[in-house]
């Protein structure tokens, strides 16, 4: 009941993260790409949270306090990018991209969503046949995207610099917990790459 009641405020306020996102924005930004695609992400998590699954099991503390950095450095990134109106096409293209993958991982995903480490289900279906871990994979061209939009900046690499060794570190906290689950062996051993195809 408490994680319930929990899920339902959070995923209230991620939606309204969506609507006064829009609403807030300054007017040359409320319908840029990057703008409607932060929307759209919003909408699609804050939905997930209230909809989501019991946790089987949560991830251990130790492993959920790892995970943290690699849920955060996405939100750096964005941070420290111009306004949405200032990014040029070539740093708009990574961005929606990365959110697109990551939207339809999070569609497949459904009811076992989760941000930090917890098992609610072993997905096997949409873009989990060809990787383990493709919404990360999204959200690492996201963070590419935020990089691209303001390239000289040296404190604009910093989150891209640490991004990938802080997904990595995610990924293993989270199989750490998935492999507690029977299926997650099984589902492992069909689908090799955690991250991209013939790499890792």
Do not use: Q
């Amino acid at each position: 009941m408490l994680e319930r009641a929990f899920n339902w405020a959070l995923g209230l306020s991620v939606l309204s993260w969506a609507v006064l996102g829009l609403v807030n924005a300054e007017p040359l930004d409320r319908l840029t790409p990057v703008r409607l695609t932060i929307s759209a992400l919003n909408l699609a998590v804050g939905a997930l949270f209230v909809a989501r699954a019991p946790a089987i099991r949560h991830g251990s503390v130790a492993d959920i306090a790892v995970a943290v950095p690699g849920v955060a450095v996405a939100g750096a990134a964005l941070k420290l990018a111009p306004a949405p109106h200032e990014w040029p096409l070539w740093a708009e293209v990574p961005f929606v991209a990365g959110a697109a993958l990551a939207l339809v991982s999070f569609v497949f995903l459904g009811r076992s969503f989760a941000i930090l480490p917890a098992v609610r289900g072993v997905v096997v279906r949409g873009p989990y046949r060809l990787v383990r871990h493709p919404a990360y994979l999204g959200e690492l061209l996201m963070v590419v995207g935020c990089y691209v939009a303001r390239p000289a900046e040296l404190l604009g690499l910093l989150p891209l610099a640490f991004a990938v060794p802080l997904v990595v570190l995610r990924i293993r906290a989270e199989e750490r917990a998935l492999e507690t689950a029977p299926d997650y062996g099984v589902y492992s051993g069909k689908v090799r790459w955690r991250l991209v195809p013939g790499v890792w």
